[in-house]
């Protein structure tokens, strides 16, 4: 039964694997650099390093997480955006699927100018929570989704390495509240709906110095 299980994970993984690559084929990172410098660039930087806090880095975010978040900003079909963001609505609103992905091409090309942990008081708190989790409050070890280095995982689980301290903040207080509601299966509002402010400032210091 083991072998069973762990053979139908290999062969899911094989098939994400080569979905991913067929995605990455179609996309044309020098036309992302385009609408990057044209669209996106203002707030994320031309190379996806931004400037300020407000917004995130996508310099060597996973290129299928941000494909996705792009996606999901995007009202289709008649039905509200996934990510309620008027910002962002404005933004894509004009990108074409093939421009969102050769834009997140880009950008998961781009090397990425990492942030540090800035406050050593929260180091320890955050150290624990990313490895171990909270067992006796339900909350799992952030390295089981995000990677013992921050790395992410393809395509759902971000890179949170290096990224700023108050963005990844600000996102779990979003699911907190539900007010980001774009996880699958509601797992990120099931998690931070468990932690508090302190906990949650300290998880994103953690990852903010993280390599």
């Not at 991913?20 to 203002?42: F, H, L, M, T």
């Not at 190379?47 to 995007?74: C, R, V, W």
């Not at 699958?184 to 993280?210: F, H, N, T």
Request: net charge positive.
């Amino acid at each position: 039964m083991i072998r069973t299980a762990a053979m139908a994970i290999l062969f899911a993984t094989s098939v994400l694997s080569h979905a991913s690559e067929q995605a990455s084929a179609k996309a044309d990172p020098a036309k992302g650099k385009i609408v990057a410098e044209s669209i996106c660039v203002a707030c994320h930087g031309a190379d996806g390093n931004s400037m300020t806090s407000a917004n995130p880095h996508l310099a060597g975010q996973i290129e299928p997480y941000i494909y996705k978040q792009l996606s999901n900003f995007k009202a289709a079909d008649g039905k509200p955006a996934a990510r309620d963001n008027a910002i962002m609505a404005g933004m894509v609103a004009a990108l074409s699927d093939e421009d969102m992905r050769n834009v997140a091409a880009w950008f998961a090309s781009q090397k990425l100018k990492p942030e540090t942990a800035k406050d050593e008081t929260k180091i320890a708190l955050g150290k624990k929570l990313w490895r171990q989790g909270d067992f006796k409050k339900g909350v799992p070890a952030c390295a089981g989704c995000h990677g013992p280095a921050g790395a992410g995982l393809p395509a759902q689980y971000p890179r949170l390495a290096g990224q700023f301290a108050e963005y990844t903040e600000a996102q779990l207080k979003a699911f907190r509240i539900g007010a980001r509601a774009n996880d699958p299966e509601q797992m990120m509002r099931m998690i931070a709906a468990k932690l508090s402010d302190v906990e949650i400032q300290a998880v994103a210091e953690y990852a903010a110095g993280l390599r």
